[in-house]
Every structure is written in C-alpha cells, then in structure tokens.
C-alpha cells in the first residue's frame, strides 16, 4: 500500500491567488513527521515545511503554512499568495518512528504546480 | 555555509560501462542518503548512512549497486556494468541528525547509452 498519497497530478492556479496541494499518509506509528519539498525544474529539491505528529500547532513558514489534519492523516499544503516562481514539482513525505533511516522516509508522487500570470 | 554538492553534474556512458557518483554533504552532518529519480517520477530510497554504524542498503535496486562512506564525509554511489534503466537522477541529500529535515544537492543526471 502506498505509504503518502498525492492525489493530484498536476494544479494550475493564478497569480497572486492561494492554492492547496493535497496529501494523505499511512502509517500505524504514533510517532512521524512529515515534509514538504519544492522541486523546481532546475532538479534540486528544496525543503519548504515540517510538521511532527505531536505538534499541537499546523507548521508555517512564509506563504507556506501545512493543514494537518490528524485524525483524517492528512497533510496539505497552503501556498498563499502565488507566485510565477512556485511553479514547480512538490513533494509529500514522511518519516515514520522518530529516525530518518532507510525506508522509514518515503516520498509520494509529487504534484506538480503551474502558476499562470 | 556550502550546501551539499554533487559531482558529476551530468554523466552520459555506454551501457556495461561503470560509473561513480560522487557526494559532499554538509560539514557536520552525521546522515547521508541516496536516492533515484526516474523521469517524471518519484525519489526511491537506496541506501542510508549514519556516523559510523552500519549503512543502510535495503533500498539498492542490484548487486550492481554499492556505495561507500568514509566517516562523516565524502560518499561515492557506484553502479557497475550500467544498463539503460539505471537512466535517472541520482540526489544526495544530508541531515544534521537521523530526525532533522534532509538537505538536497542539485543531482548527478545519469544517461546510460
């Protein structure tokens, strides 16, 4: 079964508006965190925003913030206020346990965005 | 400070030839991780090393497939006796601890001919 699930293959969304990137995962551990990262068309994967399993609080950082949704194991992320140069490819992943060793850390598909001017 | 680097950048060889990827991660960082990224597709996990224990290999597709570590420095990825599948983007990536967020270098894009 597949560990995270991003449901959308590719999203279009215009300039300056906010858009949602779906996420759900799988896991039975009670302990994980779970990433997103920006791939652009350059290759390089950037790291964008963290959220643990105890966190009380949904993760931001910037125009990125993570709707964590606990019960429902999901992990979307908000990117606010668009930009031509978030277009890119973006992942969901997660660690399951506590350490990032071997296949506890597994990558969904990926979504990828296109900003429109 | 540098980020993590990668090296070659692009490597274009004939199949059945042997190729080495090398990894510089971020000074201090005890993990290193290498993974493959087929066109268009996800990143699949090949092996994980941690300080001095024992790495990880679960993920390493062949027995054509090794890679070394000395200490908490350099790594170097080899696939011996390329094949046209082992066409991908192979990404490095560190992190301080096994529990921070992982650091990517910019990829070795391997072609097999």
């Known amino acids: 079964a597949q560990k995270i699930t991003q449901t959308q293959p590719g999203m279009f969304v215009q300039e300056k508006e906010a858009v949602t990137l779906d996420c759900t995962y799988d896991?039975?551990?009670?302990?994980?965190?779970l990433f997103w990262y920006k791939q652009p068309s350059s290759g390089e994967m950037i790291f964008l925003i963290y959220q643990g399993s105890y966190d009380q609080q949904n993760a931001t950082e910037g125009r990125y913030s993570l709707n964590f949704q606990k019960a429902r194991k999901s992990a979307n992320l908000v990117i606010s206020a668009s930009q031509l140069g978030d277009s890119a490819m973006y992942f969901c992943?997660?660690?399951?346990?506590?350490?990032?060793?071997?296949?506890?850390?597994?990558f969904g598909p990926g979504t990828r965005l296109s900003v429109l001017p | 400070g540098a980020g993590v680097s990668q090296s070659p950048s692009n490597k274009v060889t004939e199949k059945g030839k042997d190729v080495e990827l090398r990894c510089d991660p971020i000074s201090g960082h005890t993990a290193l991780y290498w993974y493959r990224q087929r066109l268009g597709q996800g990143l699949e996990f090949l092996i994980y090393f941690q300080g001095n224990s024992a790495p990880d290999k679960s993920g390493l597709p062949s027995d054509r497939f090794s890679a070394e570590r000395t200490g908490e420095s350099v790594s170097t990825l080899t696939i011996q006796r390329t094949q046209q599948e082992d066409s991908a983007v192979y990404l490095c990536?560190?992190?301080?601890?096994?529990?921070?967020?992982?650091?990517f270098g910019p990829g070795t894009r391997l072609t097999v001919l």
């Open positions: 992943a997660m660690r399951e346990g506590r350490d990032n060793y071997g296949q506890n850390f597994v």
């Open positions: 990536a560190s992190s301080p601890t096994p529990v921070d967020t992982q650091y």
């Open positions: 896991t039975s551990d009670p302990s994980y965190g």
